[in-house]
């Protein structure tokens, strides 16, 4: 839609005690006079029936096509205001960010000026940003597929593509063995999943496998691997080596389920025994044992009654895992029932460091319980040969305090879950000489500048954080799924495939219409770049969360926009400002922050600029508004999409309009970080590093700007976190660019 074309209509509601504290009138007329919008129309309540039938009047007999509602926050009343056939709304919040966090109760009257002051200037934010946003064109391309790849064919992989078949996609599911099933096809039977919770059930994997392999919707490649990945959501483009044969697949996205692997029960501690006795075994090896019936001694052949299994064998350990398996506790559960029902006399042994059963769990393990299984928090301290064969095994109890020894016919050792994704230091981007020796090891073989592997979140497994976006990777339209995301259990196994498929349904669904996918659920907005104006200093390509950026052969960006998720990173991080969005740019805030009147000096009234981010910050400021905290006066809002959108001259803008200073809110960053898109924050605080500098050569304080970590649930804080920020700002000689 060109500016010629945008006709827009700013409509004030009254009601919510707006009314009765704003000088509505003064309102319409910046609107109508200052800003020159065609059409200014109020309203006591604006979201019923009556108000929103006065906007679609409006609509179909005055020509508006662009909505500036001023009313209250744009995270209310989304259903009444956004079901109009407009891409060019913006909300300007005089209630929840405004009246709601200024006392005016007493009658003050400085106290209602500076209220409408606030009010004036949030309208004519809201008026600039909606005069430079422009309607998205929605990225088209003939090519796009909606059939769903799964990489592993275990009990993640076969659920996933189970599910996207019954939807009604097709999916393609590529096993690198020869047979289907993974590591769950190996197992005897499997933990309860059903009431009452304590009944051994039979393994499911053969009927799913039949499932599977008789739906016509599903396309399989055993014996297969992926050779290389390119493309981006919707056009990704899989070359599948088979034997001999390369194949070569369109998809629209991926399923990630390659499940997991043990951790090499030879590198344990010697105190454990694996290797020195044949009588010593991992979870694998037992649960063998028992599929093929054989539940001996491996020293001898003599049956195997007296069973000790060792929890946590190398996990929650600095020297081996750090982390917990979370399934380790029920598998061993499963087992000791195992020896507790084959033999009347049997024994088993259960030693813990923690005992993990969540949920209906928790009846199986009274089941265990009940059955005689002997269950120690304790430590196996050694392991050595039995006086009538077998072994005899010596544990720390750390409830009794005591060392004792058990004389037992075998020693399980429940071995941890480790990642079968190969991942990368999302930080450091893989050196091209690597990419031989990385396409050996590599699930995927991404075709990615920043590297042919998966980024990782911790320990191994790939980047799929569980606050913000669980399923989601780094990688838009990759969807990681069952233990190749975390270790975890069967049932909940079979539950993350089901959601990862839906994901990937979604992914193809929302790139046909040139849609992003989280966080910018429906953005039909892509980046766009004036290549003209490139310097080639690889600062998008390079700081870009998602790997949406590649570059050609002279180093200009290649952006791929399905690959998008519209966080504005790329924006933030251009020195020559030539990244934009139709909805979004750095002209558009730059203006926003331009259109803020200033006070002069005399009157001593400081003004803060606060960019907050709309994820985490901007709800925690609703919060503030509903429990009517108070704030400072001074402070003028400005919602961002991502602090990593954040772009430098918008500093300099706001210092040199008279700004005293500056809050920057960002999620929280770091090991734990909160960031939906990752490294948002991060970056703009490395950023400002170099702001602080800038300030102190213009001899003012590198304290005028500020930047802090904002939890959603931090508005408790946030009040103090402004304020104090605020009489800070407040106790400095005013800004000298006040006078120019």
């Not at 000791?336 to 059963?357: C, H, K, S």
């Not at 907050?612 to 400005?638: F, H």
């Amino acid at each position: 839609m060109t500016m010629e074309a945008k006709k827009i209509g700013c409509y004030i509601c009254t009601g919510c005690g707006i009314g009765e504290a704003l000088n509505v009138a003064a309102l319409e007329k910046i609107a109508t006079k200052e800003q020159k919008l065609p059409v200014t129309r109020t309203h006591p309540f604006l979201c019923g029936a009556e108000g929103l039938q006065m906007i679609r009047d409006d609509m179909a007999n005055e020509g508006v096509n662009a909505l500036l509602i001023a009313a209250c926050s744009h995270r209310v009343k989304t259903d009444e205001f956004e079901r109009f056939n407009t891409p060019l709304l913006d909300r300007v919040d005089l209630r929840d960010k405004s009246l709601w966090v200024q006392d005016i109760s007493s009658g003050n009257k400085e106290a209602k000026e500076d209220l409408q002051m606030m009010a004036s200037d949030y309208l004519r934010m809201g008026s600039v940003k909606l005069k430079k946003m422009n309607a998205p064109d929605p990225f088209q391309d003939d090519g796009f597929s909606r059939d769903v790849l799964v990489v592993g064919g275990g009990i993640a992989g076969l659920t996933a593509a189970k599910e996207v078949a019954a939807t009604g996609y097709r999916a393609i599911l590529v096993e690198k063995s020869a047979e289907l099933g993974g590591m769950v096809g190996r197992m005897h039977k499997v933990s309860p999943t059903m009431p009452p919770y304590r009944v051994l059930e039979e393994n499911p994997v053969p009927g799913l496998v039949a499932t599977v392999e008789g739906e016509s919707r599903i396309k399989i490649y055993k014996n297969a691997t992926i050779q290389s990945t390119k493309g981006a959501p919707g056009l990704f483009d899989v070359e599948i080596k088979n034997g001999d044969t390369v194949h070569t697949e369109r998809v629209g996205s991926i399923i990630l389920t390659t499940g997991y692997n043990l951790y090499e029960a030879s590198k344990l501690d010697a105190r454990l025994g694996y290797g020195s006795s044949p009588d010593v075994v991992t979870s694998l090896e037992f649960e063998e044992m028992a599929k093929a019936g054989q539940l001996v001694r491996k020293s001898d052949g003599k049956p195997a009654k007296r069973v000790m299994f060792s929890l946590c064998a190398g996990q929650r350990d600095a020297n081996h895992l750090e982390y917990c398996s979370a399934a380790c506790c029920t598998y061993s559960l499963k087992q000791a029932l195992y020896v507790l029902e084959q033999f009347q006399d049997g024994a088993a042994f259960m030693l813990f460091q923690e005992m993990r059963t969540p949920g209906q769990m928790e009846e199986f393990y009274r089941r265990v319980q009940e059955e005689g299984g002997v269950i120690i928090k304790g430590d196996v301290e050694q392991v050595s040969k039995g006086a009538s064969g077998g072994l005899s095994v010596q544990i720390h109890d750390k409830l009794l305090r005591g060392k004792e020894s058990v004389d037992v016919d075998l020693l399980v050792l429940a071995t941890g879950m480790i990642s079968t994704v190969d991942t990368q230091d999302p930080n450091k981007p893989s050196p091209v000489g690597q990419v031989a020796e990385e396409t050996a090891k590599s699930v995927l073989n991404l075709e990615y500048r920043q590297g042919r592997s998966m980024p990782e979140l911790k320990w191994g497994f790939p980047d799929s954080h569980f606050i913000c976006f669980p399923y989601e990777t780094r990688r838009t339209g990759i969807y990681a799924a069952g233990p190749a995301r975390r270790p975890m259990g069967i049932a909940e196994t079979v539950t993350d495939a089901t959601g990862a498929a839906l994901k990937a349904i979604q992914v193809v669904e929302a790139v046909a219409k040139g849609a992003a996918v989280h966080p910018r659920s429906g953005d039909l907005s892509y980046p766009s770049f004036r290549r003209e104006g490139c310097t080639q200093c690889k600062r998008c390509t390079e700081e870009c969360p998602f790997g949406a950026i590649n570059e050609d052969e002279k180093g200009n960006p290649l952006f791929n926009p399905t690959r998008c998720r519209r966080c504005g990173t790329c924006m933030g991080a251009c020195p020559q400002k030539i990244i934009s969005f139709a909805n979004y740019s750095v002209d558009m805030i730059g203006s926003m922050i331009k259109e803020v009147e200033v006070p002069p000096a005399d009157d001593e009234k400081p003004r803060i600029l606060v960019f907050a981010c709309v994820n985490d910050a901007i709800p925690a400021l609703d919060m503030v508004g509903q429990k009517r905290s108070a704030l400072s006066t001074y402070i003028r809002i400005v919602p961002l999409r991502c602090m990593g959108s954040m772009n430098l001259v918008w500093i300099a803008d706001a210092m040199s309009s008279g700004f005293d200073g500056i809050l920057l809110m960002g999620c929280r960053h770091g090991d734990d970080y909160q960031c939906h898109n990752v490294r948002g924050s991060a970056l703009a605080e490395i950023r400002l590093s170099k702001v602080s500098e800038t300030l102190n050569r213009l001899q003012l304080e590198s304290s005028r700007v500020k930047m802090v970590e904002v939890n959603i649930m931090d508005a408790d804080q946030l009040p103090t976190i402004i304020n104090e920020f605020a009489e800070q700002i407040g106790s400095m000689d005013l800004n000298p660019y006040k006078e120019f």
